[in-house]
Each structure stands twice: as C-alpha cells, then as structure tokens.
C-alpha cells in the first residue's frame, strides 16, 4: 500500500523523523511569485506542478519516468564497466564507506532501491557474513573442549551463513535486475537475497517490514522525490534507518572547474566509445546538475557527510 500523496516529508531532527510540513509548503522553498496576480500564480504553480526536469531538458512529468527507464534500460549491460570509467574506480570506495556507515546487525533486514546490479546488495552479503563467521569463531575458542566432531557437527547445524540477516534490491528496470541477477549466479550469491521490480514511489512491501533503506546514486532519477521519501518512511520499521548515497555540489571551486570540463567533455565520449550511447551518458551528467540543493532541507537536520571534495554525499536518517 502506498503512502497518501502529499507533500509531508520525513526528516531527522534528533529524536527521528518528523513532518516537514508548514502551511502546505514544503521547507526551506519559497514562493517568488508573492505579488503576482492570483490568477498568474495559479497557472504558473499548476504548470509547475506537471513538469519536470530530465537532464537540462523540461519535459512533463508522466513523461520522465518513461525516458529514466530508457537510459537505463540502453546502459545496462555496460553499467559497471562505466562507472568504473566514469569514477576511475572510486565509486567503490563510496559504496565501501556507506556500508561502513551502515554497520548492519545480524538479522538485519535490508531494502536496497534502484540497486539493480546488486553492489550494495553484495557488500552488505559479505560484510554480514564475515561478521557472523567472526562470531561463529570467538564462540568455538570459548569452548576450546569440543571434540572435532562436536565442531563439525555444529557447523553443519548452523545453515543460515549470514545470521537471519536478508536483503531485497528492488528496481524499477527490469534490464538492470537482469543485469543483477546474473552477477550474483556468477559471484555465487545466492541466500539472503531477493529481486523485486518496483518503484520507488510506489513500493510493493508491507508497513514496518525493513531496517534498513538504501538508495546509491537513484533518488535523483526519480519523478518525486518527496513521494519515494514517504514511501522510505512506510517500509522502515520504528528505529530504521534511512541512507542515501547521492551527488552533491563540489565545495572546491578549482575541482568544481575540473569536474565540469572531465563530466561534460569527457564521460559523454567515454560513452559513446564503450557502450555506444553518447545521449545516456549525458543525461546522467546533466541530472547531477539538476539535483535538488533542497534534498538536505527534505531531510532536514539529517546527519549530512560529506565526501570526496563534496562530489558525493551520504545523507542519513533515523524512523522512530
């Protein structure tokens, strides 16, 4: 069941999550047309409400998720193999760096949106087993008694390698799952894990089923942002914990000088030479452009992170 659509966000002030609501506008965004007429306003809110931006390009709304779909769908297969271009290998080490934010629990319950290739779903597999293989060991050496059958008897009796814990990657393109599913066939995961297509805005799980929500470098794409936000708050149990790894502004102006020149000139041909679509590419740069400054005030007063000269950022929050 969906969340009701409204323009109520979710966002960390301390204790959790709380409305962001004021008089039916959203924080942190003011009106510039205050002293237009009323019938001006009206028509410029209500043209505002049915477009949006794809890239630098203003398109209608229920035409954007269509033309998202068709990108990912055309960069599917090449999908790594570009990223590791497009970042020289460093968005590895973010995606490292948001698990290590995450620190999941055994048993811990996690969604993974728009994570079609599984990257978070597979390190939060091997983190969590490790971790319950260490547990597994400090257990055995308390009991430095048992005899090797004893051992191997109790190894064998413990089935479940990742201690209860499960993730499920849910994605709107079923190119990308595709993609994901067989990296996991060829990695050998195979426990603890499940594809689901679904959208972001509109999430096919019950109420207080997951502990942990993430979402790498997807919620920029989505159509509302301020839905998939409710949505997030819907799925995470009462204590869970929401976390988005995302683009951000560079804050260094001489590297926000070279970022442009290497995002502009450099990525679209990197796309066009290795998987032979130029226009993808340079959507996925314009769309950083595009995201939203207000992201940080919809989770307002969120744990913020900033990493790698702010070309990236990890935003956090808590649903109690």
């Given at each position: 069941?969906?969340?009701?659509?409204?323009?109520?966000?979710?966002?960390?002030?301390?204790?959790?999550?709380?409305?962001?609501?004021?008089?039916?506008?959203?924080?942190?965004?003011?009106?510039?047309?205050?002293?237009?007429?009323?019938?001006?306003?009206?028509?410029?809110?209500?043209?505002?409400?049915?477009?949006?931006?794809?890239?630098?390009?203003?398109?209608?709304?229920?035409?954007?998720?269509?033309?998202?779909?068709?990108?990912?769908?055309?960069?599917?297969?090449?999908?790594?193999?570009?990223?590791?271009?497009?970042?020289?290998?460093?968005?590895?080490?973010?995606?490292?760096?948001?698990?290590?934010?995450?620190?999941?629990?055994?048993?811990?319950?996690?969604?993974?949106?728009?994570?079609?290739?599984?990257?978070?779903?597979?390190?939060?597999?091997?983190?969590?087993?490790?971790?319950?293989?260490?547990?597994?060991?400090?257990?055995?050496?308390?009991?430095?008694?048992?005899?090797?059958?004893?051992?191997?008897?109790?190894?064998?009796?413990?089935?479940?390698?990742?201690?209860?814990?499960?993730?499920?990657?849910?994605?709107?393109?079923?190119?990308?799952?595709?993609?994901?599913?067989?990296?996991?066939?060829?990695?050998?995961?195979?426990?603890?894990?499940?594809?689901?297509?679904?959208?972001?805005?509109?999430?096919?799980?019950?109420?207080?089923?997951?502990?942990?929500?993430?979402?790498?470098?997807?919620?920029?794409?989505?159509?509302?942002?301020?839905?998939?936000?409710?949505?997030?708050?819907?799925?995470?149990?009462?204590?869970?914990?929401?976390?988005?790894?995302?683009?951000?502004?560079?804050?260094?102006?001489?590297?926000?000088?070279?970022?442009?020149?290497?995002?502009?000139?450099?990525?679209?041909?990197?796309?066009?030479?290795?998987?032979?679509?130029?226009?993808?590419?340079?959507?996925?740069?314009?769309?950083?452009?595009?995201?939203?400054?207000?992201?940080?005030?919809?989770?307002?007063?969120?744990?913020f992170t900033s990493l790698t000269s702010g070309i990236v950022a990890i935003h956090s929050g808590l649903n109690c």
């Amino acid at each position: 069941m969906a969340a009701p659509k409204s323009c109520a966000l979710w966002s960390y002030c301390g204790r959790g999550w709380s409305r962001a609501m004021r008089g039916g506008q959203l924080l942190g965004l003011r009106s510039s047309w205050s002293g237009a007429p009323l019938n001006a306003r009206l028509l410029s809110q209500e043209k505002r409400a049915t477009e949006t931006h794809f890239g630098f390009e203003t398109v209608p709304e229920e035409e954007k998720g269509g033309k998202v779909y068709q990108v990912f769908e055309s960069v599917a297969k090449k999908y790594d193999v570009m990223n590791d271009m497009m970042s020289l290998g460093i968005h590895r080490v973010w995606k490292d760096l948001l698990l290590w934010k995450m620190r999941p629990l055994p048993g811990t319950q996690l969604l993974d949106v728009a994570g079609g290739t599984g990257d978070i779903a597979f390190r939060f597999l091997n983190y969590v087993q490790s971790h319950h293989q260490n547990k597994q060991k400090r257990q055995l050496r308390a009991q430095q008694n048992l005899s090797w059958e004893e051992i191997a008897k109790k190894y064998q009796n413990e089935e479940d390698s990742l201690g209860g814990s499960r993730v499920v990657v849910c994605d709107i393109n079923k190119e990308m799952l595709k993609v994901g599913k067989q990296k996991a066939l060829a990695q050998g995961y195979r426990a603890g894990l499940a594809w689901v297509l679904g959208d972001a805005e509109e999430l096919p799980f019950d109420d207080d089923k997951f502990d942990i929500y993430t979402i790498a470098f997807g919620i920029r794409n989505v159509t509302h942002i301020d839905q998939a936000l409710q949505e997030a708050h819907r799925v995470l149990k009462p204590g869970g914990r929401f976390l988005c790894l995302e683009f951000s502004q560079v804050n260094n102006p001489l590297i926000s000088r070279l970022y442009d020149l290497y995002s502009f000139q450099v990525i679209p041909v990197l796309g066009e030479v290795i998987a032979g679509d130029w226009k993808s590419y340079q959507y996925l740069v314009e769309s950083i452009r595009r995201f939203p400054e207000e992201f940080k005030e919809m989770i307002e007063d969120a744990a913020f992170t900033s990493l790698t000269s702010g070309i990236v950022a990890i935003h956090s929050g808590l649903n109690c």
